[in-house]
């Protein structure tokens, strides 16, 4: 790109003022409030449009800088421009409510659209920034090699958002991210319909888990129940036949004792009576009575016999009566106990199903786990996704550290020549120290001084300018020189004539004109 | 004699049927199980075969009940049946618990024996499984005696795991018939000889095809055997091309097409293919019209000309990417993290011009 003429129609001090540029180096020279500035300002606005900030930003910005002084409501200019083998004329209008743009190929008459991009693409995809970092040159504000080496690190941010590639790394991994949440989700909407039928399953066996556990409790209390009644039954059986038995006994035990001193009592007297034969009438009565008292004894002994055989009838009967009344008991007993076991076996067999139906729903939850065709689809999808991204990240890194590489070749080439040899290398290490290479010595650049410094300035824009724009623009040099010596001017001077189609160079000093005469280079000054 | 042979019934299972299902395709296989035995009513057929898998699980009390009650009513069929590797024979096995109805021969030990029936001159011979797993080839040497007029063999195998089957062996066993169990597709083993009758219903979403039971006729002349198709529904898979013409609702209507066609009383595979516009994203959740769609798989691509962006893009990233992916298999990882990665690289230059 070459720029051919400025046509300042109303911006800042100047009003209709067209200025002509040439091919080579083109010089505005002049002290300061000359306007030097307004027309860099103008090219930049002419370039990339000029807007008004919001708020507090307004104050300062450019824009109300360069409101023209006499007539704020016309802001406009126009700029002259070959680009490839045809010349346009871009034409913009800055103020409020004229604010327009416009571009038209003046070769072959084709009328372009700002808008629509053309502007950008005339440009090779240089933005604003991009601009400020290249080729328009003011005197470093960088101070550290710190800075330094951050700009280096933004020039390859750069690379992505304007230059060769406008690949938006960033938000092409967004849209990947996006699509493996997106893959996530549906993933995760299977997962939990699969979840709610484990769920059911689950409540399921949970309730028929707390019915077995009744039931298997009221099994135990019933055998407990069993066992005790079991109990209960041995002892009902055994005392009624045992009572029975002793009271049969007694009564003729009874009635032997008290036979027993009457015999004897009879046999005594009966025996006593024979031998006495002719005895005295005393001992005859003595005898009978004794007999009447024997059989008195032994009706009294009978009595009281039949006495206790009444008694022990009675007895019996009553223990007779008992004895039914218990049978019935014990009837009654084993009936409730028979009914148990009945009961108890029903709840065994009612477990048994309940436990085979538990057992069965473990089984169905478990097939549930199974994971399903789609599923799997979708996990690989996620997978591939993620090795998307991973490639991604990992290749820009890639060509990040070529671009830097080459970025560090070339600015090395420039200040090579334009340091007459002295430094042959930049380079800059993983934490963003630059080193200078002087011949074998390794030299920081926080250790070279202001000059120095403006030339690795100037080396790195200018590389960065070669490498990411396949479309040559103009330098613009804004009171660039300031600190440089005799020799380097010289240097710089010369590598620019040599390898710059335009060179457009602010100054207010008259070293860069004596400079270029004194070499040799062709050069146009407006001033 | 007449026979029908049913095997893999799996009762008590609930196969995949889409949102719409709401626990019905289990009674479905319920109920069509007791169809069955309502057409051997009907048919007065002779006898039914049960090869196996009756059930899906362990088979419960009152389940068994409620069969044998059915068994019960047929005023002519015989019913002979073998428990399979799911039902298969345990100690507590319901199935030894349960005082079968006269006309219920069941097959129960886990040895080769048999169950004789004097009105049909016929002996069934079979076992029944008492685990999940048989890798034994244990119907290689299971000879038909030849004592009886017709010999039938009830078998449920047939694959590594569940006694491995092969087909000449069978062959030379000298049945007049092989009832087989356990492979759920319908497929005759050796023409009118050994056949699978399949699973009545089908229990998957990859079981397709039609499903029923097999009605067989043996005389002296020899045995015929006849497909009789009987499911209540069908497992279908739809396979669909897209094109980069075909957006979300265009393929949305399609299916809803081809569902109507093929009835939309069956259950659905959707398996998508092919090339799509890089900008279009199908919506799977929404494809489900009817709600009978148990799986989709979407294998779609979006339509990208590689070589010619790897041309055009050589020194940049998408290149790059293309590059490093480039020769990997189409079906792979790797090539659907490049198709991934190129849409995405350029959707986002898209959005910024």
């Known amino acids: ?527 | 004699m007449n026979f029908i042979q049913i095997a893999d019934v799996h009762l008590g299972a609930a196969p995949e049927a889409g949102r719409r299902d709401d626990g019905q395709r289990e009674k479905e296989i319920w109920d069509s199980f007791y169809k069955v035995i309502d057409i051997c009513e009907e048919k007065q057929i002779d006898l039914l075969l049960i090869a196996g898998d009756l059930f899906h699980r362990q088979p419960l009390l009152r389940e068994l009940k409620e069969i044998n009650y059915h068994f019960g009513k047929l005023s002519r069929t015989k019913v002979v049946l073998i428990a399979g590797n799911h039902d298969y024979i345990r100690k507590d096995s319901r199935y030894l618990q349960i005082a079968w109805s006269e006309n219920v021969y069941p097959l129960f030990e886990t040895t080769l024996h048999r169950a004789v029936i004097e009105e049909l001159d016929l002996a069934v011979y079979g076992f029944s499984y008492d685990r999940r797993e048989i890798r034994e080839a244990r119907y290689d040497e299971a000879y038909a005696p030849r004592d009886m007029k017709y010999e039938i063999l009830l078998a449920h195998g047939g694959d590594e795991t569940h006694i491995p089957i092969k087909k000449a062996k069978l062959k030379a066993l000298g049945y007049d018939y092989v009832a087989l169990g356990h492979i759920h597709k319908p497929q005759m083993l050796l023409k009118d000889y050994a056949a699978f009758s399949g699973s009545l219903e089908p229990l998957d979403q990859n079981e397709t095809g039609r499903h029923g039971f097999l009605l067989g006729e043996i005389t002296e002349k020899g045995t015929q055997i006849r497909f009789v198709p009987f499911a209540k529904r069908q497992y279908i898979h739809l396979h669909l091309t897209v094109d980069i013409e075909m957006t979300h609702g265009a393929l949305r209507g399609k299916i809803k097409e081809e569902i109507e066609q093929n009835g939309t009383a069956e259950l659905y595979k959707i398996i998508l293919e092919g090339q799509r516009d890089p900008e279009i994203v199908y919506d799977i959740e929404d494809l489900d019209y009817y709600g009978n769609i148990v799986e989709i798989l979407d294998h779609t691509v979006p339509a990208y000309h590689y070589e010619q962006l790897y041309e055009r893009n050589k020194e940049n990233l998408l290149g790059r990417l293309i590059g490093h992916f480039m020769e990997c298999e189409p079906e792979s990882i790797e090539y659907q993290a490049m198709c991934e990665g190129v849409s995405a690289i350029l959707a986002a230059m898209e959005e910024r011009s």
């Open chain 1, 1 to 527: 790109m070459i720029i051919r003429e400025l046509y300042l129609k109303s911006f800042g001090k100047f009003s209709e003022t067209k200025i002509e540029l040439e091919e080579g180096f083109h010089i505005f020279y002049g002290e300061n409030e000359f306007g030097k500035s307004t027309l860099h300002a103008f090219i930049r606005s002419m370039l990339f449009g000029l807007t008004k900030g919001r708020g507090r930003a307004a104050k300062n910005d450019l824009f109300t800088k360069y409101e023209p002084w006499d007539q704020p409501s016309y802001y406009a200019g126009e700029m002259t421009f070959e680009s490839g083998d045809r010349t346009f004329i871009i034409s913009r209008r800055f103020d409020r409510y004229g604010k327009s743009a416009s571009l038209v190929c003046q070769t072959d008459g084709e009328i372009l659209s700002v808008e629509q991009g053309d502007m950008d693409m005339l440009l090779d995809g240089m933005s604003e920034a991009a601009f400020e970092n290249t080729i328009s040159i003011g005197q470093t504000k960088a101070e550290t090699s710190a800075d330094l080496g951050a700009e280096l690190r933004n020039y390859a941010a750069n690379y992505y958002c304007s230059g060769n590639s406008e690949m938006d790394v960033e938000r092409a991994l967004a849209i990947l991210k996006e699509r493996r949440k997106t893959v996530e989700n549906r993933q995760k909407e299977i997962r939990k319909k699969k979840q709610e039928k484990r769920e059911k399953v689950e409540q399921q066996a949970a309730y028929i888990s707390e019915e077995i556990e009744r039931k298997q409790a009221e099994e135990e209390q019933i055998s407990k129940n069993i066992e005790q009644g079991k109990q209960e039954e041995k002892r009902i059986v055994r005392t009624p036949e045992e009572e029975q038995s002793t009271e049969k006994q007694n009564v003729w035990d009874v009635v032997k004792i008290k036979l027993l001193p009457v015999v004897f009592l009879a046999g005594v007297a009966g025996i006593s009576l024979l031998f006495q034969g002719i005895l005295k009438w005393s001992v005859l009565s003595g005898a009978i009575i004794l007999e009447i008292v024997f059989l008195w004894k032994l009706m009294e002994a009978f009595r009281q016999a039949e006495e206790k055989v009444q008694q022990e009838t009675e007895e019996s009967r009553e223990a007779e009566k008992r004895e039914v009344s218990l049978e019935h008991e014990q009837e009654r007993h084993r009936e409730a106990l028979r009914r148990m076991v009945v009961r108890r076996e029903l709840l065994r067999e009612e477990i048994a199903e309940k436990q085979m139906q538990y057992e069965n729903l473990c089984e169905q939850g478990e097939e549930l786990m199974e994971v399903s065709e789609e599923y799997v689809v979708l996990e690989e999808k996620g997978r591939a996704i993620q090795l998307a991204e991973d490639t991604i990240r990992h290749l820009s890194t890639d060509v990040r550290k070529e671009f830097e590489t080459r970025l560090n070749e070339v600015s090395s080439e420039i200040l090579c020549a334009i340091t007459d040899g002295k430094y042959d290398r930049i380079f800059i290490d993983e934490n963003t120290n630059i080193y200078l290479l002087q011949g074998a010595q390794k030299i920081s650049v926080g250790q070279v001084s202001r000059g120095t410094m403006e030339q690795i300035y100037f080396a790195l824009r200018m590389a960065a300018a070669e490498l990411m724009y396949e479309e040559e623009f103009p330098v613009i040099l804004d009171e660039t020189f300031a600190y440089y010596d005799e020799r380097r001017l010289e240097n710089t001077l010369r590598w620019l004539a040599e390898n710059k189609r335009q060179i457009i160079l602010f100054t207010c000093q008259r070293r860069e004109l004596e400079m270029l005469r004194k070499l040799g280079i062709p050069y146009h000054v407006n001033g």
